[in-house]
């Protein structure tokens, strides 16, 4: 699993060369980087060839329990984080400007699939409130690294949610960022790891080694 892993990495960067060539990057997203950081990731440790060739005998993994969607979660909150970042930079004008109405404007009639744009365009107080939600959304996914599975949960719907906004009102589908959305599941719920709540008075948010299950 993990030679066919390295294999299907190599190909995409190839096929990501490609495409930069002569489109933007940006529709792939930080999804490059979380295939590269995956390669150490413990795949030959689930079921499959692997396993059966190892004739049931478990070999311990050398990186930490949780780290493939601790990466997925990693690239998407550090690349939200970046948009973020680059809109408020210079002050809160792009809030406070209600920015998000040029957006939808200026992309109407060419690549919004919904009519929503210019009716929340004329309304400058619901602009504003879209454009810091826009920037709270995007800053808070990043916290996910520490948090548990409920926390996660929650701010992967507000990644996708975000997500959804650009395929609907700038007609930015964007698959690769879509599929880093793998790392928010409940993946200790499926693997049947139990996960201990945490103590009374204590934070939500935990260390980024106690991630996810993935085996």
């Known amino acids: 699993a993990r030679l066919a892993f390295g294999a299907l990495t190599a190909g995409f960067l190839a096929w990501c060369c490609i495409w930069g060539m002569s489109l933007s990057s ?7 980087l979380a295939l ?32 493939g969607p601790w990466v ?29 109405r040029y957006h939808f404007m200026a992309e109407a009639l060419t690549a919004s699939r919904v009519s929503w744009g210019p009716w929340i365009a004329a309304r ?3 602009s504003i409130a879209l454009s810091f939600l826009t920037v709270a959304g995007e800053a808070a996914v ?19 949610v975000l997500l959804a906004g650009f395929a609907l009102f700038h007609g ?31 934070s939500p948010l935990r260390s980024p080694s106690a991630g996810a299950c993935l085996r």
């Open 36 to 67: 590269v950081a995956l390669l150490v990731a413990p795949w030959h440790q689930g079921p499959g060839f692997d396993r059966w060739r190892a004739d049931g005998n478990d070999r311990p993994s050398r990186v930490p329990r949780g780290y």
């Open 26 to 32: 940006h529709p792939l997203g930080p999804l490059p």
């Open 172 to 202: 930015a589908a964007w698959p690769a960022w879509w599929t880093l959305l793998l790392g928010f599941l409940p993946w200790e719920w499926l693997d049947g790891t139990t996960v201990p709540a945490p103590s009374p008075g204590r």
């Open 142 to 160: 990043v916290v996910s690294l520490f948090a548990g599975v409920r926390w996660r949960l929650l701010l992967g719907a507000v990644a996708a």
């Open 72 to 100: 997925l979660c990693l690239a998407l909150g550090v690349g939200f984080a970046a948009a973020a970042f680059a809109k408020v930079r210079g002050g809160p004008d792009w809030i406070l400007n209600g920015t998000v």
């Open 124 to 126: 400058p107080w619901l």
